[in-house]
């Protein structure tokens, strides 16, 4: 059934027991995600864990589609990275809120669909650059501070962290091959967990980081100057932060569809996404989108309606509640080995396999998107850069298309047949084909497999008509598009044209 028919979908027969279950293990992954990416942004971990009750409750209950989970996503989180360091936690809350409200009247225009502009190789620079930033994150656990300064560990310290982590990797790669009922992250930290508390092994805890203990999400207004200065920075996280969220969560949105043969609303899906965003800016929240990994694990476990994502975010807030003195004392270490997976997961690697059978160009765009956001820690400007450097390319691509065939009838009318779009990147090709001085007295262009795209088209076909004019000659266009004529006739104060 649609999701936009209703927003329980009571219609559907909903099996209770399952999608329980489903909520209670997406909880149990989500979870682990959620605080490592607050820690690796520099939020409080308590940050990370209300992000995912709010977004989990907010997109469960009014989101595009059922079956679909939301939470502290990490790449939302990492275009907030930058922002954090330079400005603070307040500017991130701030920055979340206005991205929310991108969000809704994304939705509330019904240009979701334009989400999707966005080229697959800045996707792939993208995911590969936040696989790397995620990757190299970790490496900052196997450090501590002595007299002041950040050093990395040595002797017995490094020795168990070294081997936690590659046990917690371990168990994470085999125990799918056991059973595939109990997500192997989960089972990793609770195995890790339970090593450390029996032997008491002296190691960094979450609680070394800081505390989770907390109650509700509190009602927080943004501690920011209300001015335009305050709008110029935050604006750009907020307009990326938005487009990043969903981009990934209109993604994951069609991978259900696919899976569970259904259609979700994806405007719906925007303005639920927006909502929550709001939501996390004024409750204490990091922000967050849909997660594909959380959804995949739920739709595996059989869960197909909304009960299972509002199990799960309640859960969640119910641990924050009461169960903090048991999260404290989770190993860092096994926290770090499953986001050492998680970015393992998250690299295409299929861009590898591909890259030969890519063009040159979007080969470039893929590594300068992925080079930008691990060396500046930027999504927001990598992914900027990428789609511009995309649009030129795809217009100086587009511009060397153009092109023209002549032929002169029998009455001595001479004919440009033109071919391929005209626009600003293709007018200096097109006046170029033109021999104004050896033409006959009257020129007709034929646009019958091109059109008139912008101002800069027009331009060239009013200075194209004066060159002609000087010359004591006509000339006539002909077979205009529709969208063509309308522009002409828009503009024929400014310029001079002839329309057969």
């Not at 996707?123 to 196997?142: K, R, T």
């Not at 050896?438 to 497999?449: G, K, M």
Request: charged content about 15%; overall charge positive.
């Amino acid at each position: 059934m649609p999701a936009s028919k209703a927003l329980f979908d009571f219609s559907q027969k909903i099996d209770y027991k399952t999608e329980i279950l489903a909520g209670l293990t997406v909880a149990m992954t989500m979870m682990p995600e959620s605080l490592s990416f607050a820690i690796l942004a520099g939020f409080p971990p308590l940050v990370g864990l209300y992000a995912a009750f709010i977004m989990g409750l907010v997109t469960s209950i009014f989101g595009g589609r059922p079956g679909l989970i939301s939470g502290g996503a990490g790449a939302v989180v990492v275009v907030l990275i930058a922002l954090m360091k330079s400005h603070g936690i307040e500017y991130v809350f701030a920055a979340v809120a206005l991205g929310g409200l991108i969000q809704i009247c994304i939705g509330l225009f019904k240009l979701g669909k334009f989400i999707r502009l966005v080229p697959q190789p800045v996707m792939y620079g993208f995911v590969n650059g936040l696989a790397v930033i995620i990757f190299m994150a970790q490496l900052e656990q196997f450090k501590t501070v002595v007299n002041g300064q950040l050093t990395w560990l040595t002797g017995n310290p490094l020795y168990i962290m070294g081997g936690l982590v590659a046990l917690t990797i371990a168990i994470v790669l085999v125990f799918p091959r056991i059973t595939k009922a109990v997500p192997p992250s989960l089972v990793a930290i609770i195995v890790v967990f339970l090593l450390v508390l029996g032997f008491q092994i002296d190691t960094k805890t979450v609680k070394d980081i800081a505390s989770v203990s907390g109650g509700f999400p509190p009602f927080h207004i943004p501690q920011i100057p209300l001015n335009i200065a305050t709008l110029q920075i935050i604006f750009p996280y907020a307009l990326i932060m938005a487009g990043v969220g969903l981009t990934e969560g209109l993604l994951t949105l069609n991978l259900v569809d696919e899976m569970t043969a259904s259609r979700g609303n994806s405007n719906r899906e925007c303005i639920a996404q927006g909502t929550a965003n709001i939501l996390n800016g004024f409750f204490f929240g990091m922000g967050g989108c849909p997660m594909i990994a959380q959804t995949l694990v739920n739709l595996s476990a059989g869960a197909r309606a909304r009960l299972s994502g509002i199990v799960a975010s309640l859960t969640i807030l119910l641990i924050i509640l009461f169960g903090a003195p048991v999260i404290e004392r989770v190993p860092m270490a096994a926290l770090t080995g499953v986001m050492i997976m998680v970015a393992i997961g998250t690299f295409e690697w299929a861009s590898f396999r591909i890259i030969n059978k890519m063009p040159k160009q979007d080969i470039f765009v893929g590594i300068a998107v992925a080079v930008i956001t691990v060396w500046l820690h930027n999504l927001a400007l990598a992914v900027l850069i990428g789609v511009i450097i995309s649009a030129l390319v795809f217009a100086w691509e587009s511009a060397k298309r153009i092109r023209a065939r002549t032929r002169v009838d029998a009455a001595g009318v001479k004919y440009y047949e033109i071919y391929g779009p005209l626009f600003f990147g293709s007018v200096t090709t097109f006046s170029e084909k033109f021999d104004v001085q050896n033409d006959p007295s009257e020129i007709v262009i034929d646009f019958r497999d091109s059109r008139i795209a912008d101002m800069s088209a027009l331009d060239a076909l009013h200075k194209l008509t004066m060159r002609y004019q000087k010359a004591g000659k006509v000339l006539h266009l002909q077979n205009l598009s529709e969208d063509s004529i309308i522009l002409l006739k828009n503009a024929e104060e400014v310029i001079e044209v002839n329309i057969r």
